[in-house]
């Protein structure tokens, strides 16, 4: 069959792997101009990637194979390649481990990406913390005070969040008129004509005016989403408009359905069904310089499901692993009081592990195996006095 | 062979030894007149670790002046003379032209003109600050990426000129001549002040002007202490426990006595400004016997690493390797064996040398080789003739020599120019300092770089000789193998290191892979390799395409060493004039050039393609 020869040919690997540091190049130089986040999203899980050969000047960018394309057809090869010349054998057995260890790899970086979460976790010197929040996503939360300290909280993920969605809150809805991704907001005396004038008729966002921005692609920056929302009781009129936002600080409060409710947008948050307490952050310089020396921070975690209360020391190279979870230490603000860990979710990381190994321990077998043939082969030629 | 030829082939090796001795002799040798080879032993904390004295000042030089000579008549003649006069005659320093000025906008700024050579005294810069301090601020509130090589000399002079002013207030004040009596005054007018502040909170009768002339004196030291980033005082425990010389002057209010390494610079430097080399030398001993009792590590280290300046050991490799080179390369021609052996027995010498400054380094940082890029580029040499050693060991025909001694040249050549920056034993910054993955990731990785390296360089000798002579199908058959071989050691070392790297990502930032530049740099290494090796095992090239591809190696490979951290400042036009973007540049275009001579058909009919040569 032409196509299973082709589909195991040595010669596909060839062009798929040229095509591969292809990708990999343009995605390395490209990140000059779009961000880290982008280029991953564009070029390497993509089928198809647009190569801007000279960004911002008047030329068209030329297709080539994104990653996933790729991917998908080096697996293709592998498997075919070796089910049209598997033969078990102390000679091939080499080999076949090889390819293993990187099918396992590449299957790990598609499940990492399918099933991996990260997000992040601040936290005060001395205070309490139970949940992490996604830096890239934000979401429209609604707060019930229900007495005695309780809420009931109402989160709307951003995905949902569209020019005219309604959504029903139990005595009134919520609607939204427009939604800002990422947005600049400025203060209505400040603002341009490119500002779009405020409708908020109540909070903070009377006085302010919003124009739209393009999404972030920085590492080190967040998108501010905005919304403008009105509340509108059932069977009743209109209560007004509000402008939310992730740039203001704390939630707007409403009256409705008899109580007074609040709301906000903010980064999505995920909780966790333990807590984490910092008790000390701390971060050293080399005498003299402002080159760090090291970043540690002392929690305690807390977990009324287990009664777990126990203190681990979180730092570089040292992370710590809990509930599935891994806690990295990534960062510090607030003058060295507050303490940011990474939180990471990767069922599969031990994957690499493994295939390492085996790739490691099969070349290192093939290529052995190749300088005995070699060294025997000289012996026969020019043999030893 | 006639003993004519043995003895020959020992006499260039015999003479590398000598060589050596004698640049061990110079170190070593005790000096006379003034002692700045034991002043330069002495320990400071810079940049965040200890050193001594000898290196701060040949680091501050490289980096402001671009090497450790001074011009002119009646210069220093070492770095640790330098500094001592810079601290102790500033007035005769600031006259020394050390700074460098390249570019011809800053120096319209400076107003000066361009004489015979490009460098300028701090004297002659002195009154263009004022319109040098409004430019660096303005720049210095941009991102360092976008600046123009205009602006990037601007922020390297303003650097350098902060360098030399802190240098200058590191181990005195300038102004103040008599040190010892300066220093002992201050403490006299400090406590008796002391007891008349006791009396003025009594109530009692007290002598304002005793406060009020101390207070003055205390001001003078607060000042100073601003000024420089050397801690001179050993204090507490270990690196962090140092203090700098106003520092320990106050701590001495409360002991009522000078520390005894203040006192040791003030004679030094009253010594040094009357020339009276029997004081001068006995306050370095002194204090060096102080420092033999109470800290005993911080001078040993000093010590060593002092030696280790003075040796240069690099430098001495780098001749030995052009010997190395020129024997190899003689002997193809005549003298075969005579000379190949000698060549051989040079580039151990040199492999020798290059092993005891890899390992004094390490010992002297605590630290597994590679640590930096400076360290990156004499470890890829090392690497690379450990394996070509093999090769020679195995083929016997001084391409291994040859390969060896040009890779080893031009990467400590690249070390040098990369020392030009600073420190090259720096400390570590919080997320590496891990010597694990150092010495497992990193040291792995690199042996890749050099394994790479190297098969690109055996191919560029195939390629070369290629149109010149007909190359006999032996020496063919062993380039084959050599290249063959070493590319396969190349995939198995960048492959291994690169996934080590990712679960080292994976350990510190809970990422296993994140497509960032210098990640990708290194993937494309081991695909590279996988597609000659895929090539080779299809058939898709022969000897002569594997040759070819092996040198496109050395542009994937030095891609990945330098250009992803170039990303930023290659890209835009600006940054087309950095020197190391171009240096870059061309040698890409080199190995380029040498792919399509390759590319050329020989004429005459093709060889057959046989199993034989499929294995390599």
Same mark, same amino acid.
Request: net charge neutral; charged share 20%.
């Given at each position: 069959m032409p196509v299973f020869k082709l589909l195991s040919s040595l010669r596909l690997t060839v062009t798929l792997l040229g095509f591969a540091m292809v990708l990999i190049f343009v995605g390395t130089i490209t990140q000059v101009e779009l961000g880290i986040h982008e280029v991953q999203e564009k070029f390497f899980r993509s089928w198809l990637a647009w190569w801007d050969v000279m960004p911002g000047g008047k030329t068209f960018p030329i297709p080539i194979p994104g990653g996933t394309l790729l991917g998908i057809l080096l697996i293709a090869n592998l498997l075919a390649a070796h089910g049209a010349r598997f033969k078990l054998s102390w000679n091939k057995a080499g080999m076949i481990v090889i390819h293993s260890g990187i099918l396992l790899m590449l299957l790990g970086e598609i499940f990492s990406s399918l099933l991996g979460r990260e997000a992040q976790m601040a936290v005060n010197e001395g205070e309490i913390s139970n949940y992490s929040t996604f830096p890239r996503e934000t979401e429209l939360v609604v707060i019930r005070p229900d007495g005695d300290g309780l809420e009931t909280v109402t989160a709307i993920p951003q995905a949902r969040l569209i020019d005219g969605a309604q959504f029903p809150l139990g005595g009134f809805s919520l609607k939204i008129h427009s939604h800002y991704p990422n947005s600049e907001i400025l203060p209505q005396s400040e603002a341009g004509e490119t500002f779009d004038k405020t409708r908020a008729t109540d909070g903070f966002g009377k006085a302010y005016a919003v124009r739209r921005t393009p999404r972030e692609t920085a590492d080190d920056r967040r998108d501010l989403t905005s919304a403008f929302v009105e509340i509108i009781p059932d069977g009743g009129k209109s209560q007004g408009c509000w402008l939310l936002s992730n740039a203001f600080k704390g939630g707007q409060s409403?009256?409705?359905?008899?109580?007074?409710?609040?709301?906000?947008?903010?980064?999505?948050?995920?909780?966790?069904?333990?807590?984490?307490?910092?008790?000390?952050?701390?971060?050293d310089r080399y005498l003299g310089t402002n080159v760090p020396k090291n970043f540690s921070s002392k929690i305690k975690i807390l977990n009324p499901d287990t009664g777990e209360n126990r203190e681990d020391l979180i730092y570089m190279n040292h992370p710590l692993r809990y509930g599935g979870l891994t806690f990295y230490q990534a960062g510090f603000e607030n003058n060295d009081s507050t303490s940011i860990f990474q939180v990471v979710r990767n069922p599969v990381w031990t994957l690499p592990y493994i295939s390492c190994a085996m790739v490691g321990c099969g070349l290192l077998w093939v290529f052995s195996q190749h300088l005995i043939k070699a060294i025997s082969r000289r012996n026969k030629l020019h043999p030893a006095p | 062979m006639s003993t004519l030829r043995k003895i020959t082939a020992w006499l260039i090796p015999a003479l590398c030894l000598l060589f050596i001795a004698s640049a061990v002799f110079n170190a070593t040798r005790p000096a006379t007149g003034l002692d700045f080879k034991n002043f330069g032993t002495l320990p400071v904390v810079s940049n965040g670790r200890v050193q001594p004295l000898d290196s701060l000042a040949r680091n501050a030089l490289l980096s402001i002046h671009g090497k450790q000579r001074i011009p002119g008549d009646g210069a220093p003649a070492t770095p640790a003379a330098w500094l001592a006069e810079l601290t102790f005659k500033p007035a005769l320093a600031d006259t020394r032209k050390i700074f460098l000025i390249h570019h011809d906008d800053l120096l319209g700024l400076t107003k000066l003109t361009r004489g $015979? $050579?490009?460098?300028?005294?701090? @004297?002659?810069?002195?009154?263009?600050?004022?319109?040098?301090?409004?430019e660096a601020r303005r720049i210095g509130?941009?991102?360092?990426?976008?600046?123009?090589?205009?602006?990037? @000399? /601007?922020?390297?002079?303003?650097?350098?000129?902060? /360098?030399?002013?802190? /240098?200058?207030?590191?181990?005195?004040?300038?102004?103040?001549?008599?040190?010892?009596?300066?220093?002992?005054?201050?403490?006299?007018?400090?406590? $008796?002040?002391?007891?008349?502040?006791? #009396?003025?909170? *009594?109530?009692?009768?007290?002598?304002?002007?005793?406060?009020?002339?101390?207070?003055?004196?205390?001001?003078?030291?607060?000042?100073?202490?601003?000024?420089?980033?050397? =801690?001179?005082?050993?204090?507490?425990?270990?690196?962090?426990?140092?203090?700098?010389?106003?520092?320990?002057?106050?701590?001495?209010?409360?002991?009522?006595?000078?520390?005894?390494?203040? &006192?040791?610079?003030?004679?030094?430097?009253?010594?040094? *400004?009357?020339?009276?080399?029997?004081?001068?030398?006995?306050?370095?001993?002194?204090?060096?016997?102080?420092?033999? $009792?109470?800290?005993?590590?911080?001078?040993? #280290? @000093?010590? @060593?690493?002092t030696l280790f300046n003075g040796i240069a050991p690099f430098y001495l490799c780098m001749v030995l390797y052009v010997v190395a080179f020129l024997c190899a390369i003689v002997s193809w021609l005549w003298q075969g064996r005579t000379l190949r052996q000698a060549a051989f027995r040079v580039l151990l010498i040199g492999l020798t040398l290059h092993t005891i400054g890899l390992g004094t380094r390490m010992m002297l940082e605590g630290r597994p080789p590679v640590t930096n890029l400076y360290s990156s580029a004499i470890f890829i040499g090392w690497g690379a003739i450990i394996l070509s050693t093999v090769l020679e060991l195995f083929h016997r025909n001084a391409i291994g020599t040859a390969v060896a001694s040009v890779v080893g040249f031009a990467t400590l050549l690249i070390a040098h120019h990369l020392s030009l920056s600073g420190d090259t034993l720096e400390m570590m910054r919080a997320v590496l300092d891990t010597n694990f993955w150092l010495a497992t990731h990193v040291v792995v990785i690199t042996l890749g770089y050099s394994a790479t390296f190297l098969a690109g360089t055996i191919a560029i000798i195939y390629l070369l000789r290629r149109p010149f002579a007909h190359i006999p199908k032996s020496t063919a058959a062993s380039l084959r193998g050599m290249v063959y071989g070493v590319i396969c050691f190349a995939t198995l070392a960048s492959f291994v290191g690169t996934v080590l790297g990712g679960i080292w990502a994976d350990?510190?930032?809970?990422?296993?892979?994140?497509?960032?530049? #210098?990640?990708?740099?290194? &993937?494309?290494?081991?695909?590279?390799?996988?597609?000659i090796l895929h090539a080779r095992w299809g058939g898709m090239v022969r000897e002569r395409g594997m040759m070819v591809m092996a040198v496109f190696g050395n542009i994937?490979?030095?891609?990945?060493?330098?250009?992803?951290?170039? &990303?930023?400042?290659?890209?835009?036009? =600006?940054?087309?004039?950095?020197?190391?973007?171009?240096?870059l540049s061309a040698f890409m275009a080199s190995q380029l050039f040498i792919m399509t001579l390759g590319l050329i058909r020989e004429r005459g009919p093709k060889p057959p393609l046989n199993s034989l040569e499929l294995l390599g």
């Open positions: 409403f009256e409705a359905a008899g109580k007074t409710w609040r709301m906000s947008i903010r980064q999505r948050r995920l909780y966790h069904p333990f807590s984490i307490k910092l008790l000390d952050f701390s971060h | $015979e $050579e490009k460098s300028y005294s701090y @004297a002659q810069l002195l009154p263009a600050f004022p319109a040098l301090q409004p509130a941009t991102k360092s990426q976008t600046w123009s090589p205009y602006e990037n @000399a /601007l922020m390297l002079l303003t650097r350098n000129l902060t /360098l030399y002013n802190q /240098l200058k207030h590191a181990l005195a004040l300038p102004g103040q001549d008599q040190l010892e009596s300066e220093f002992n005054i201050f403490l006299t007018h400090v406590s $008796e002040a002391l007891v008349e502040v006791g #009396k003025q909170d *009594r109530g009692g009768d007290f002598n304002q002007s005793a406060i009020d002339n101390a207070s003055s004196r205390m001001r003078t030291v607060a000042d100073w202490a601003p000024m420089t980033e050397v =801690y001179t005082t050993p204090s507490g425990d270990g690196a962090d426990g140092w203090r700098k010389l106003p520092d320990s002057l106050i701590d001495s209010i409360d002991k009522r006595a000078l520390h005894p390494a203040t &006192l040791a610079y003030a004679r030094i430097g009253d010594a040094y *400004r009357t020339m009276d080399a029997t004081a001068f030398n006995s306050a370095i001993k002194d204090y060096r016997t102080w420092l033999r $009792e109470n800290r005993s590590d911080h001078l040993k #280290k @000093a010590s @060593a690493e350990q510190s930032w809970g990422r296993f892979w994140g497509w960032d530049p #210098k990640e990708n740099g290194a &993937l494309l290494i081991v695909i590279w390799n996988a597609m994937v490979t030095s891609w990945s060493w330098f250009g992803t951290n170039m &990303l930023g400042i290659g890209l835009h036009s =600006y940054g087309f004039t950095d020197a190391a973007f171009l240096w």
